[in-house]
């Protein structure tokens, strides 16, 4: 299926550069992700005590922040996507699909998870809604899918970022 450029002129074969926007929401991405993975593993390690609890709430509050950022960059692909100002198939289809899956279920999960064990605060005095009910149970088998789907996420991470290597490398290449 190709995309239609009404009124554009723009060939779909030519290579479009990415918008500002896209890249600016694309490595606000990336550093909340690995920001969001250094302190889930450094607090693990931590267990308990007072730098526990304060990377846990930064922790928490980084993840609300990356969910509202992935709805919006979902939301912004879509309306450049159809206002012609990004050309589909730019990347590996699977690979972004897999990415944007993993960035809405891992936040999903850890939200449910916190829920789940009543601990819904974030920093600056805000709190996140219960999506599952305290008594419902299960929140220790969301957590741990959560963690371990995050791992998942750092490996599509790097596959990523070889995919992108990869494409830049042929690209330098045609271009010679």
Sequence with gaps: MSIAFPKSGIDPTTELPLPIVAQVLHWLTAALVLALFAT??????????????????????????????????????????????WRKGTASRPVHALLYLALLIVPLLGWAGASGFGSRQLLFGLSIPEIWPEEAGYADLLLTSHAWLAFGLIALVVTHIGVAIGDYLVRDVKAD
């Design 40 to 85: 889930g593993v450094i607090m693990k390690q931590l267990g308990q005590g007072p730098a526990a609890d304060l990377l846990h709430l930064c922790h928490k509050t980084t993840g609300a922040l990356l969910l509202c950022l992935v709805l919006a960059r979902i939301g912004y692909r879509l309306f450049a996507r159809l206002s012609g100002r």
